[in-house]
C-alpha cells in the first residue's frame, strides 16, 4: 500500500477519534479490515511492492529495481527453482513414505529463496532458519545433507564456514541474533566499506518476527551499522497463525523504527528477489546497512508434514496464491521471450527427475549413526565422564551381540 | 583468607606480587587476557565507561577501544547472541551478565545455541565465549539480584561452568576460561569481590577443571564452590579449635565435576558435608552426592549432608542470613555427620 492513510489520519465519528492535540499517528486505529487488508494487499503493489515479472509473465519496470538479466542467467533461475521444487516435493514424499520423520516444505517460497541466494556472493554468509532449502541450494550444499537432519542421522553435516551458510536453526528467531553479531565481526574485521565487502544475510519467516531475538537483531544492528540483511519470508502463515496475528502494520514498515531502511518485494519474483537482494547486500557491502527486506509470498503446503493447513485456512486463499506460482511466470516469460523451447523444460524436467532420483537413493541408504557418535564432539575435548558414559553403554551394548550371537 | 598454595614454576626469578580483591584480580585477568589475544572482546551492560557495575572491567575500555570493550543495548539475548555469531567469525567474546537473575532472557540463547552448535556441526564450530555471571546472596539486593543459576548451566550438556572463589583462582581462571575453545560459565561470588590475597603473576596456574584440597583434615570432608568457600575455611579454623580437622575443598569446576579429590578425601574421612548457596532440589550437590556414593559407597560412615539455601525462590534481603549457609550451619552439618 503505497499510502497508508488508516495509520496516520484520524477517522472523524468513529468512537476512538482522537482528542484534539492528540497526534494522529498514536490515537488512529485502523479497523482490523483495515489491518487485514493493508497486510495481504498484494494485487499491482502499489507503489510499495516491488514486481519485476508479473504473475502473468510480463515483464514490468520499477524506477528504483530494475535489473538487467541475461537469458542465459534467466534461465539459470528457472532450473534452480524447478530443481529445489522437484527435491522439496520428493522429500514431502519420502517423509509421507516413513523415510524421514518430518519434512518442512518449501513449495511457494522457490523465487524468494533463489532471487536472495543468487545475489548473495561467495564470500557473504548466510543464516538460515530451517525452510532455507533452496538458498542452502545456492550456497552448494548438498540436499542429502539437509535430508539427514530430517530423517534424523545428523543435526547438518556441512561445514557452516566453508560453505558460508550457517546451520539450519530450528528455534524461532535465535539465528538473526548470530548473524548481527557475525555481521558485526565482518565490520570488526573491515571488510564492510566499498562494493568489494562483505554483507550477512539472515532469514526468517513472519511469525518469528514476534520474537525477541529478532527484535534484538535490528536494535543491535542498526546501533553498530552491522552489515546485515534481515530476509523475511512472509508466507502469512506461522503454522496456523496468520499474519495479523503477529503484526499489525506491514512488517517491512517496522525497519523505519530501527532506523533503517525496509522493503517489500514480491516473493514469488524471482527477478525482483535477486534485484532487491542485490540492492541490500550493496548496501550492507558499502557500510550503508542494515536493511529489512519483507519477501511477500506464500507457503502452499503445510508448516511442516505434521500439520493439516485445511484447519485453519481457506481453499479460496490458497487458489488465489496459485495464480502468483513462482515458476509459471519465468516459465511463460521465457517462452514470449523466445528465451528457451520445448527441449530446453524437458531438459530441466529431466534433470530434476534424476536430481530427486538420486536424492531418494541417497536417503533410504543413508546409514543410521554409531552409538558411539552421539558421544563425539560435545565439547573440544572429550571429559572424563562422557568418556566413561560412553564405555559404559558400548560395553552393554556388547553384553547384548554376545548373547544374541548376531551382529548389532 | 589464606589463597591456595599455586604450584610455581622453578625457574620463576623474582615474583611479580600484589595484594588484590577477587574484582581487582578479574579486572587484571581480563587485562592479561586481552593483551595476549587482540581477537578477545569484552561485552554487556555497561562494561565501558563505568566500568560494569561492580567495576570489574574498569579502565578496559579506555585502553583497549569501544571496539574490543563493547557497551551492549540492554537485552541479554542480544548478548550472548552477537557474542555466538562474533566467535563465529572467530573472536572470543567475555559477556557480562550484570546479575545472576538477569541471565534468564539470555537462557535460550545459552541451552539452545551456544551450548550446542560446537555439537550440531560436529566439531566443525568452535563458540568459544565466555559468559561471566556475579552470583549469589548477602549483598542485601532486591530480588533478581542474589541468585545462585549455576545448576541449570551444568545441566546443559555442552558448557563447561566453574566458580571461583578467592582472587589467584579469579585471576587465572578467567584467563584459562578466555582460552578455552568451548563455552564457558564464568560464575564470581558477588559477596566475595572484595577479599583480598597476594596474587603472584608469574606462578604456572593448575588446570582450570579441577577442583583443590584447600585444607588438609581428617574428621570430615567439607567441599564448596563460590561464596561457601570462605564460610567452609572459617568453619574449619572455628572446629579446629575445638579440635576437629576438617578437610575443605573448592570444587572450582562444577562441570564437569572434578570430584577425583572428593573421592579420595571421603575414602579416608568417611564422612561429606556438601555446602552452597543453590536451593538444594536438583542442583550440584544433589549430583555430587549421587556420584559420591556410587563411587564411596563402603567407605560412607554417615549419610552424606547437605548445607545450603532452601527451596524457596532468593527471600527477601532481611531474610537473607537465614538462608544462606553460615558458619555455625556448617559446624551443625559436621556435628551430625560426627554423630551417626
Same mark, same amino acid.
Not at chain 1, 519470508?233 to 506461522?238: D, G, I, L, R, Y
Not at chain 2, 551478565?97 to 541471565?103: A, E, K, L, N
Given at each position: 500500500m503505497s499510502s497508508p492513510e488508516y495509520w496516520t489520519q484520524p477517522r472523524a465519528g468513529e468512537p476512538d477519534a482522537p482528542h484534539p492535540g492528540v497526534p494522529a499517528a498514536t490515537a488512529a486505529r485502523p479497523t482490523a479490515e483495515q489491518v487485514i487488508a493493508g497486510l495481504r494487499e498484494t494485487d499491482?503493489?502499489?507503489?510499495?511492492l516491488v514486481q519485476?515479472?508479473?504473475?502473468?509473465g510480463e515483464r514490468v519496470h520499477h524506477p528504483d529495481f530494475d535489473i538487467d538479466i541475461s537469458p542465459e542467467e534467466l534461465r539459470g533461475l528457472y532450473r534452480d527453482m524447478v530443481l529445489v521444487r522437484r527435491a522439496d516435493r520428493e522429500a514431502n514424499a519420502l517423509q509421507r513414505q516413513?523415510?524421514?520423520?518430518?519434512w518442512v516444505p518449501l513449495l511457494g517460497q522457490e523465487a524468494a529463496q533463489i532471487g536472495a541466494g543468487r545475489a548473495m556472493r561467495p564470500t557473504d554468509m548466510a543464516f538460515p532458519s530451517y525452510r532455507e532449502h533452496g538458498v542452502a541450494w545456492c550456497r552448494g550444499i548438498d540436499p542429502a545433507q539437509i535430508l539427514s537432519i530430517f530423517r534424523g542421522t545428523? #543435526?547438518?553435516?556441512? !561445514?557452516p564456514l566453508e560453505k558460508r551458510f550457517h546451520l539450519y536453526t530450528?528455534?524461532?528467531? !535465535?539465528q538473526c541474533l548470530n548473524a548481527t553479531g557475525y555481521a558485526m565481526g565482518q565490520k570488526f574485521d573491515g571488510v564492510?566499506?566499498?562494493? $568489494?565487502g562483505e554483507a550477512t544475510m539472515v532469514f526468517f519467516g513472519?511469525?518469528?518476527?514476534?520474537q525477541g531475538d529478532v527484535h534484538e537483531a535490528m536494535v543491535w544492528s542498526a546501533v553498530y551499522d552491522a552489515p546485515v540483511v534481515f530476509f523475511c519470508? !512472509? !508466507?502469512?502463515?506461522?503454522i496456523s497463525e496468520p499474519l495479523e496475528r503477529q503484526t499489525r502494520?506491514?512488517?517491512?514498515? @517496522?525497519?523505519s523504527g530501527y532506523g533503517f531502511k525496509g522493503i517489500r518485494v514480491d516473493g514469488n519474483d524471482v527477478l525482483a528477489s535477486l534485484a532487491v537482494s542485490r540492492w541490500a547486500l550493496e548496501e550492507c557491502r558499502s557500510g550503508n546497512g542494515p536493511v529489512l527486506i $519483507?519477501?511477500?509470498?506464500? @507457503?502452499?503446503?503445510?508448516?511442516?508434514?505434521?500439520?493439516?493447513p485445511t484447519r485453519y485456512r481457506l481453499a479460496d486463499e490458497l487458489e488465489m496464491w496459485k495464480l502468483k506460482d513462482p515458476i509459471e511466470r519465468v516459465k511463460v516469460y521465457l517462452v514470449h521471450q523466445q528465451w528457451a523451447d520445448a527441449e530446453f523444460f524437458e531438459a530441466v524436467q529431466a534433470e530434476a527427475d534424476e536430481l530427486a532420483a538420486q536424492l531418494r537413493e541417497t536417503c533410504v541408504n543413508m546409514p543410521d549413526p554409531a552409538p558411539?557418535?552421539?558421544?563425539? #564432539?560435545?565439547?573440544s575435548e572429550q571429559t572424563a565422564q562422557l568418556d566413561k558414559q560412553r564405555a559404559d553403554y558400548l560395553s552393554y551394548l556388547d553384553g547384548f551381540a554376545t548373547t544374541a550371537g548376531g551382529e548389532r | 583468607m589464606a589463597a591456595p598454595t599455586m604450584d610455581r614454576d622453578? %625457574?620463576?626469578?623474582?615474583p611479580k606480587t600484589q595484594k588484590v580483591t577477587i574484582g581487582k584480580a578479574l579486572n587484571l585477568g581480563l587485562r592479561a587476557a586481552m593483551e595476549a589475544d587482540p581477537k578477545v572482546l569484552v561485552m554487556g551492560e555497561d562494561v565501558g565507561k563505568l566500568g560494569g557495575v561492580f567495576r570489574v572491567t574498569d579502565g578496559l575500555q579506555k585502553d583497549f577501544g569501544e571496539q574490543r570493550v563493547i557497551d551492549t543495548p540492554l537485552a541479554e539475548s542480544g548478548i550472548i547472541g552477537t557474542a555466538i555469531g562474533l566467535a563465529l567469525r572467530g573472536y572470543r567474546p567475555v559477556c557480562e *551478565?550484570?546479575?545472576?537473575?538477569?541471565?534468564f532472557p539470555g537462557f535460550d540463547q545459552i541451552v539452545s545455541q551456544l551450548a550446542k552448535l560446537h555439537y550440531r556441526s560436529r566439531g566443525q564450530l568452535k563458540i568459544p565465549v565466555v559468559v561471566r555471571v556475579p552470583f549469589g546472596g548477602? *549483598?542485601?539486593?532486591? %530480588?533478581?539480584?542474589? %541468585?545462585? /543459576?549455576e545448576s541449570y548451566f551444568a545441566h546443559t550438556a555442552g558448557l563447561k561452568v566453574v566458580a571461583c572463589s578467592n582472587p589467584v583462582d579469579a585471576y587465572w581462571m578467567i584467563q584459562q576460561a578466555i582460552r578455552c575453545d568451548d563455552p564457558v560459565l564464568f560464575f564470581e561470588p558477588k559477596q566475595r569481590y572484595h577479599e583480598k590475597a597476594e596474587l603472584d603473576t608469574t606462578v604456572t596456574p593448575g588446570p582450570l577443571f579441577a577442583s583443590r584440597v584447600l585444607r588438609k583434615g581428617s574428621s570430615v570432608t567439607v567441599a564448596a564452590y563460590g561464596p561457601t568457600v570462605k564460610t567452609c575455611l572459617d568453619a574449619a579454623a572455628a572446629a579446629a579449635e575445638e579440635g576437629l580437622e576438617l578437610e575443605v575443598i573448592?570444587?572450582?569446576?562444577?562441570?564437569?565435576?572434578?570430584l577425583g579429590p572428593v573421592f579420595e578425601s571421603v575414602r579416608r574421612t568417611g564422612r561429606l558435608v556438601l555446602v552452597s548457596e543453590?536451593? /538444594? %532440589?536438583?542442583s550440584i550437590t544433589s549430583e555430587i552426592t549421587t556420584r559420591v556414593q556410587e563411587e564411596c559407597f563402603y567407605s560412607l560412615e554417615a549419610p552424606i549432608l547437605r548445607v545450603t539455601g532452601f527451596?524457596?525462590?532468593?527471600?527477601?534481603s532481611k531474610l537473607e542470613d537465614d538462608f544462606l549457609p553460615d558458619l555455625d550451619r556448617v559446624l551443625h552439618a559436621v556435628e551430625r555427620s560426627l554423630g551417626w
Open positions: 499491482a503493489g502499489g507503489a510499495d519485476l515479472l508479473t504473475p502473468e516413513g523415510q524421514l520423520g518430518i545428523d #543435526h547438518g553435516g556441512w !561445514n530450528i528455534v524461532i528467531g !535465535n564492510v566499506g566499498d562494493s $568489494e513472519d511469525g518469528a518476527t514476534s519470508q !512472509n !508466507n502469512q502463515w506461522a502494520v506491514p512488517l517491512y514498515q @517496522r525497519a $519483507e519477501a511477500f509470498t506464500y @507457503r502452499m503446503d503445510a508448516h511442516t508434514t505434521s500439520d493439516d558411539a557418535q552421539m558421544f563425539e #564432539h560435545v565439547y | 622453578t %625457574e620463576t626469578t623474582v *551478565i550484570q546479575f545472576d537473575g538477569f541471565i548477602g *549483598i542485601g539486593a532486591v %530480588e533478581h539480584h542474589s %541468585e545462585s /543459576p573448592d570444587l572450582r569446576a562444577l562441570s564437569p565435576l572434578d543453590a536451593p /538444594p %532440589e536438583a527451596d524457596t525462590p532468593y527471600p527477601a
